[in-house]
Structures are given as C-alpha cells and as structure tokens.
C-alpha cells in the first residue's frame, strides 16, 4: 500500500457497497484500505448506505428503480451523495424477509436489466467522468451485473479483474430450492449463466478467489490467470479475560443457509453438559423459522445483530469461538465451497476456534490440514469435544499457536491488501 506506487483509477461493480459491517462489503474494503480513496468508485444496486472512509464515489441502481425505468420509462438511481463521516450501513429488521429467488424471478430479473432501460445520460456521464482505468468485478450469481462488467472494459479498453467466492458456474442442481415451473426453468437460468460467466472470465484478465478449493475447481474448466488472496483481516490476539468469568461460547456471522440447526446442536450440548452453559448468537434473524429455533432452544442465547467492531471485542471476550455449516445433503453440495469470512477473524483472536461441519467443505479441510482449530463432523464427537474444553478451558488454545501463525500468513491485512492493489496495478500496466 506504498503511496509512492501508481494508483490507477478502479471503478467496482458488486451487488453490494464498501461496508465495515457487511461480509462482502467488508471483504473488499479490506483489500483497498490505503489506495486512493479518490481513485476508487463503485456501482452497486442493493438498497444500502455505504461507508465512505475507503471510496467517496458511488452509483447506485436498485432492481426496483430497474423495474420502474423498464416498465414506465423512470429515471432509475444515481449517485449516492458521498460523505467523510464514518458510517453504519443500513441493515434491514432481523425479521424481515428475503426477496424470493428462484429461476423465473432471475430470468425477468434479467430481462429488465438486459434491455438496459435503466442506463441514463446521468450514469453514462459519471462514467464517463470518472473515466476508470481498471474494474473490478466481484461476481455474483446474477448475469446482468457480469455482462456490465465486461460490456464496460470492453467500451473503455480498460482491463477487468473478477473477484470470486462463489461456485454458481458449477451448480447444475437448483440451488434456489424452488418448486413447479420455476423449478423446470433452472436448467435454462443455469445455461444462460455459464454462457454469460465464459464470455466475462475470458475477456479478463485474471481472476482472484478466495481459497484454494475454488481456484482449483475454475483453472480446471478455463486454464486461465488466477490466484488466491485469502480473507484479510485486521484482528489481533487480544484476549485478557479473567480465569474466573464464566465459560462463554460465542458464534458471530450469517444465521442462514441452515447454519441455525448446527448452532441449535451445539446449545443442546452444552446444556446437556450443565444449565449453566450457553451458546451466544450474534448476527440478523433471517426468518421465522430461524428465530422459532433459537426460540425452542434452551441453549442459545441469541444477542442481536452488532457492529464489527462489537464483533471483535465479542470474540477476544469468549473462550470458544464456533463456526458451523449445515449437514443436509442439500447444503453439503451447495456449500461445499464455501469459505466464510468469519474464518479469518477467528484464526487470528487467538482464543479457542471450533468447527462443526462436513468433513468435504472447504472451511473444513483448510483448518484440518493446518491443523488450526477443532475440527468436528459427528454430533458425538461434538458432545465428547465440548465436555472437555468445558472441564479444562485452558485446553481452548490447544490450536491458537497454529492458527495465529495460519492468520499470519494467509489473511495478513497488510500483506494480502498489498498483494491485491498489486494485481490491479499490474494489470494496468500490462505485467
């Protein structure tokens, strides 16, 4: 992040802004943090307010000024008036809904998008007056936003990088779980998403995944340009917490994607074990559901959604951290790949790190191999596991050595935004 070097102007496309708070928002930020903040613009189209302490230049376009400008003509989105104060970004109610997803809604999705109503003189000159020299995609599951991408670096002649965690290329199975005529159309969503992600990845000119697992699996299909740049984070062993505070079990992150029913087995077990042990859960209710099983369990405690900077002074305040993945054959294939951000934060708090997840998932094999947290796959070894950290809490940090050392060298804040701004750099110039 050295300000002697040239920062080329970057222009972002992603489905959600620069964030301290979100995942994916937060992901990116992280990597950027020292370049240019006037160098930097970024469209995106979820209904957010963004942070603007990494970029000061947004547009935004929302599927529903989309739809407007597609069906009536509208005037669809615009700049997001940019602010030096440090923000939050707005965050819907825990008990709010997700817009349904399944292959029909993606396909209209498309259709409004594609005609490209929504485009205006207004967008074409904040482009235009920005006159980027390099964008980055981080790809998502929707075509309209890849096709965008690269409709750009070709208009401009300017180089495109694609930022990947994701596996939708592959899915050849329904991910969205939908039912009737939706159901039949995956096959024709799927088909239109692969033609759409071959004609982007080979007009980049390199790609950055996130872990090793789906680097392998792309170079396998197109053999082109690419490496990993891990999840940076900026945690640091900080623990200082008193020998007789009582036994805190913490989970932190997303609480969808069947996460809740693991969770709920762990509450069980620790209950099983004594009353008086809980599991603390952090993050957005998606739904009802979600929130009947939290509900329902004696063991959980669930705290609410919190800010990052809560989320780092919860971790370094328990003895066990515990990420979990779903066990269903469903989830076992969708998120086989799945590498959650939180793994990088956990690693690095030097406190006790459990995972209760298949033993074929990416986040599993990577702290296994390296041997850096509690690696369970079997609801007995969970009990068997959690009675003994309970009984001997110093036992927690029997893996902290490991996995301070992992977080060291694979999601250095430092090392890995330098090695990101890197890639853009060199692109730019041709290496």
């Known amino acids: 992040m050295s300000e002697s070097k040239y920062t080329p102007r970057l222009l972002i496309i992603s489905n959600s802004c620069l964030s301290n708070n979100t995942s994916n928002g937060r992901t990116l930020r992280n990597f950027l943090l020292g370049w240019d903040p006037n160098k930097i613009a970024q469209f995106y189209i ?42 939050s970004v707005t965050v819907n109610s825990i008990s709010a809904k997700k817009r349904s997803r399944n292959p029909l809604s993606m396909l209209l999705r498309e259709l409004v998008w594609i005609t490209g109503r929504w485009k205006s003189n ?26 965008l991408a690269s409709d750009i670096s070709k208009k401009l002649n300017i180089p495109l990088v694609i930022y990947n965690s994701e596996v939708y290329y592959f899915k050849k199975f329904d991910y969205f779980r939908s039912k009737g005529i939706p159901r039949l159309l995956y096959p024709v969503f799927h088909s239109y998403y692969k033609y759409i992600f071959k004609k982007t990845i080979r007009c980049a000119e390199g790609s950055v995944y996130n872990c090793e697992m789906i680097k392998e699996k792309y170079d396998e299909e197109f053999n082109l340009p690419s490496e990993v740049i891990y999840t940076a984070t900026e945690a640091e062993y900080i623990n200082q917490k008193a020998k007789d505070d009582k036994f805190v079990v913490s989970y932190l992150g997303n609480l969808g994607v069947g996460r809740h029913e693991g969770l709920a087995e762990i509450g069980n077990a620790l209950q099983k074990i004594s009353a008086d042990y809980h599991l603390d859960v952090y993050g957005k209710i998606p739904n009802d559901a979600v929130k009947a099983a939290f509900e329902n369990c004696k063991g959980i405690s669930y705290k609410g959604f919190i800010s990052y900077e809560q989320v780092l002074e919860v971790m370094s305040d328990s003895d066990l951290l515990v990420h979990v993945e779903n066990f269903s054959d469903f989830y076992r294939k969708d998120l086989q790949y799945a590498f959650s951000t939180k793994i990088a934060d956990s690693l690095a708090m030097g406190v006790g790190f459990l995972l209760y997840a298949p033993p074929e998932v990416a986040c599993s094999k990577y702290l296994k191999d390296n ?34 050392e992992l977080a060291e060298k694979n999601h250095n804040f430092t090392n890995n935004a330098n090695r990101f701004q890197e890639v853009l750099r060199e692109v730019v110039s041709g290496g």
């Open 46 to 87: 979820q209904n957010e307010e963004p942070d603007f302490t990494v970029c000061h230049n947004y547009y935004r376009v929302t599927d529903g000024q989309a739809l407007k400008a597609f069906l009536k003509g509208a005037k669809a989105g615009g700049t997001v008036e940019a602010s030096l104060e440090e923000k």
């Open 371 to 404: 041997e850096a947290a509690f690696v369970v796959s079997d609801k007995d070894e969970l009990f068997k596991t959690l009675k003994t950290l309970t009984e001997n809490p110093v036992d927690c940090r029997r893996y902290s050595k490991t996995a301070c």
């Open 122 to 147: 207004d967008f074409e000159k904040w482009l235009n007056d920005y006159s980027p020299e390099v964008v980055l995609l981080q790809a998502g599951d929707s075509p309209f936003m890849l096709k």
